[in-house]
């Protein structure tokens, strides 16, 4: 008992002062970057290469962390049909996820009914080039598109792209394989458990510069869109962000107290992830965060592996949420009446098209105007009507579709019977943990693994079990400090 105290003083006395967290520094820069936004739109506008770059960055290494984690779990698991089982149970709830989202936008646009009273002419509503473009990429896609579109055209391609499905198929299918090797592929399930090690210290590397990219991300934004369109749509803005909260709060809340956790202090474990999303409007750059950060609170590599790059592109929430109140705003405001069975209708097709345009630019208003075509009932150039506050919602869109993901996770690993709950409590709320055992068939710890300082009372390596992969006791290497 005095051991383990001391170890938890020493690790106290080393853990670094908030002015030296990341998070703080980017919290700093973005109210920085509202400010230049604000005060000066045009150096604002100017700041907009710096936010890409640093995006930009974090995409380049998406893809082949995704790639790796998700072989090195299928490849050491000793049974793989508890791969598929985990793979369709987390498909499962990413459905029923989806419907709840959409149902709540549902009943929130058609309690409040803001639409009534815009009275707006859907063939005098302008439209801009680059809204035409998305409402022709969406008229002219099928509900069924991204069923075809998961396998893709080379091994190369959806590297190069970015496209996030394409490459989980891939990892999928090269993990079996792996797996069916036995022994012969031994040598290269190590050298994946060394590259994983090695994308992780080059995220940690980028991850230094996450104030930067935040700061210039926000200036931009607030620079071109301004705060008047805040206050022209404020109502539909203010609307959107409280029936997000609510979703969270109720639903996702809901779903944490049933595993006996709190969504609250979950919350508060992933606050470098959220300032990152919040800086950056996408919730891409926090994925492999995210994975981190579950692995170290216990869930299994493959679970994370399967479940979080997956619900990026099934688990979308706060897309679902967004789609619902938008699409019904537009038919409020273009005086379209809808009857409940036409608005269940709507629902359904969003269950297929919210799926369509995930990980595209401009993805939301791609799944939208697919919706609008698909039903014929509601003009899809009536999204011109919410086009200029779209920046302004994309922020909650990403904060809950990272936050529905998180939950997700740990609720597929609870399905699985692999969740350590109280584990997973003591990491959220602060706590030191001892160091999982790492995993069987290859040791990170002699495959030279360093991905930053470990905690004061962690051992150099642990002991060796089934199941994971992943050194443990250390948290991601970029989120000490800034």
Not at 125 to 136: H, N
Not at 309 to 321: H, K, M, R
Not at 409 to 414: E, P, R
């Amino acid at each position: 008992m005095d051991h383990h105290s001391t170890a938890a003083a020493a690790t106290a006395a080393t853990k670094p002062r908030w002015y030296k967290q990341l998070y703080f520094w980017v919290l700093t820069a973005i109210v920085i970057g509202i400010l230049v936004g604000w005060l000066a739109p045009a150096a604002g506008i100017a700041m907009e290469p710096i936010g890409t770059t640093f995006v930009n960055a974090m995409k380049m290494l998406i893809g082949p962390i995704v790639f790796l984690t998700i072989v090195g779990g299928i490849a050491s698991v000793a049974d793989l049909k508890k791969v598929g089982m985990t793979g369709l149970k987390a498909l499962t709830y990413f459905q029923i996820g989806t419907i709840c989202a959409l149902a709540f936008g549902l009943v929130a646009i058609n309690v409040f009914r803001l639409g009534e009273g815009v009275n707006a002419d859907p063939g005098s509503i302008k439209t801009s080039d680059s809204a035409a473009k998305l409402i022709d990429a969406g008229q002219h896609q099928e509900w069924w598109e991204f069923i075809t579109h998961i396998i893709p055209n080379s091994i190369v391609q959806p590297f190069v792209a970015g496209d996030i499905l394409q490459i989980i198929f891939i990892a999928v299918v090269f993990g079996i394989a792996l797996n069916a090797m036995g022994k012969v592929g031994a040598p290269v399930l190590d050298s994946i458990q060394r590259l994983t090690s090695v994308f992780f210290k080059i995220l940690s590397f980028i991850m230094k510069a996450a104030p930067l990219g935040a700061f210039g991300a926000m200036a931009f934004a607030v620079g071109k869109y301004g705060v008047s369109s805040l206050t022209s749509m404020g109502g539909l803005i203010a609307l959107f962000y409280a029936t997000s909260i609510l979703f969270v709060v109720v639903v996702l809340g809901s779903i944490m107290a049933f595993l006996k956790l709190n969504i609250f202090t979950m919350i508060r474990h992933l606050k470098e992830e959220y300032m990152l999303i919040l800086g950056t409007s996408t919730a891409e750059p926090a994925l492999p965060g995210l994975m981190r950060k579950l692995e170290h609170a216990g869930v299994k590599k493959e679970t994370v592996g399967l479940v979080v790059p997956t619900g990026y592109s099934f688990n979308l929430d706060g897309a679902a949420i967004y789609l619902s109140l938008a699409a019904l705003y537009i038919a409020q405001a273009t005086n379209t009446s809808l009857t409940i069975g036409q608005q269940l209708g709507l629902l359904a097709v969003m269950l297929l098209t919210s799926k369509g345009a995930a990980g595209v630019a401009g993805g939301g208003f791609i799944a939208l105007t697919a919706t609008l075509a698909t039903i014929g009932t509601i003009p899809a150039a009536g999204i011109m009507l919410i086009f200029g506050i779209d920046k302004f919602m994309s922020e909650c869109r990403a904060l809950v579709n990272f936050t529905g993901n998180a939950v997700a996770t740990l609720f597929i690993a609870w399905w699985d019977r692999t969740l350590d709950a109280d584990r997973v409590r003591r990491v959220f709320a602060g706590e030191t943990v001892d160091p999982l055992p790492a995993a069987a068939p290859v040791n990170l710890e002699e495959a030279g693994n360093d991905d930053g300082p470990r905690e004061a009372d962690e051992p150099a390596a642990g002991p060796v079990d089934v199941g994971h992969s992943m050194p443990a006791g250390r948290r991601p290497a970029y989120s000490e400090t800034a």
